[in-house]
């Protein structure tokens, strides 16, 4: 037995030469690439937590008294948020940024400060025949998921947003905001519209969770969810549901997944709400991991438009899961915030660079060039 090992050892070590000579004659031949050759994703899920600056992160950190997900994402950079307007952005803006590759003026949705359309990675993502879906625990034409879809110069106008879902061919949308389409000023019902283009619609996140191919448009309040304890998972529930249809697309697929509510308790002053939507936002970045891991082809990426509330921890104890926090403002501040990335390409987000360059690096990665 010893013997037949040292065989398979000897036996190993005369064929190393060779190989490595075929790999330096493979070598010679691509003097004009790259040193590094990144690995492509065929799928990129981007998923932001509204608000979420590294105290946001390290909050619900020390509230979980344990790991969070988003810690077994071994690529991290630091992202520079501020708009064309103003060195604080808001999240239509910052959203925009990352849809399009342009800094735009705060509130402004998927249009440059020239107020003109730009086209959205979701939008060039679906020209390349990708399948492509937004997740959002909000109204889904709120900021953040209509800056994906939609061309408006306000984020304040929800009706024609909605109304721009149905100028693409988004395969999977899950979130608030039924009454921007069902119950409209204009009259027009665009519950019907979706219907008659084959979208499956329903009506609350027990239905939509139950659709396992097709079109989706699953809403899942009227206007906007409930905060995380009431609500329940359905980040968690909507982002697998989203990421199982979109996977069965052969040519790969993009998804946007919001954490929306980090930010609203951040506005609101109130650690505990947004501790609740922090772990909340992590639980699903767990479930969407654990998907990118199995399947090797997908790039997750986890990062925030901006951070919200000035957001300090200032004592406590980590036995206890405790913490003494204070806010230093009602508004977003203009600090950078971090960015995690996890899968093919993942290395791509070292380092510090601009919201937009995230647009540039999966752009890059799809291989759609600009
Ligand atoms: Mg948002
Ligand atoms: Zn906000």
């Not at 390290?58 to 991290?76: F, H, M, N, T």
């Not at 730009?118 to 889904?140: D, F, M, N």
């Not at 406590?316 to 977003?332: I, P, Q, V």
């Amino acid at each position: 037995m010893r013997y037949f090992l040292f065989l398979i050892l000897f036996s190993a070590c005369i064929h190393s030469p060779d190989v490595r000579s075929q790999k330096s004659g493979d070598d010679s031949k691509n003097v004009n690439e790259p040193v590094t050759a990144v690995r492509k994703p065929k799928n990129i899920i981007l998923m932001i937590g509204d608000g979420m600056g590294l105290t946001q992160l390290s909050a619900g950190w020390i509230a979980k008294r344990d790991a969070l997900y988003v810690e077994r994402c071994k690529v991290i950079g630091l992202v520079k948020t501020y708009s064309a307007d103003d060195l604080v952005t808001d999240s239509a803006a910052g959203a925009t940024a990352f849809a399009t590759g342009v800094k735009t003026l705060n509130g402004a949705i998927g249009v440059g400060p020239d107020s003109l359309p730009r086209k959205t990675i979701l939008e060039i993502a679906e020209e390349h025949g990708l399948a492509t879906g937004l997740v959002a625990v909000c109204s889904i034409t709120h900021a953040t998921p209509a800056s994906f879809i939609a061309h408006q110069g306000s984020r304040m106008m929800d009706e024609e947003i909605a109304t721009d879902f149905l100028k693409t061919d988004i395969d999977v949308f899950i979130g608030g905001g039924k009454q921007y389409f069902a119950d409209r000023k204009d009259k027009k019902n665009l519950i019907e519209e979706l219907r008659k283009r084959n979208y499956q619609v329903t009506e609350t996140i027990e239905k939509a969770i139950e659709v396992k191919s097709g079109k989706l448009a699953g809403f899942i309040a009227n206007v906007h969810p409930d905060r995380a304890k009431s609500r329940g998972p359905v980040l968690a529930g909507a982002s697998l549901t989203a990421i199982n249809i979109l996977d069965q697309n052969e040519k790969g697929f993009f998804l946007m997944i919001e954490g929306s509510q980090i930010d609203w308790a951040g506005h609101q002053n109130n650690s505990n709400y947004l501790i609740e939507e922090m772990l909340d936002f992590d639980y699903a970045i767990g479930k969407a991991l654990d998907f990118a891991e199995k399947d090797g082809e997908t790039l997750v990426i986890i990062t925030a438009d901006h951070e919200t509330g000035g957001y300090a921890i200032n004592g406590g104890d980590l036995e206890k899961g405790e913490m003494k926090t204070a806010f230093t403002t009602l508004m977003h501040t203009g600090a950078m915030v971090p960015l995690f990335a996890f899968g093919p390409g993942a290395e791509l987000f070292t380092g510090i660079y601009e919201n937009t360059a995230v647009f540039d690096k999966m752009m890059e990665l799809y291989g759609f060039g600009k």
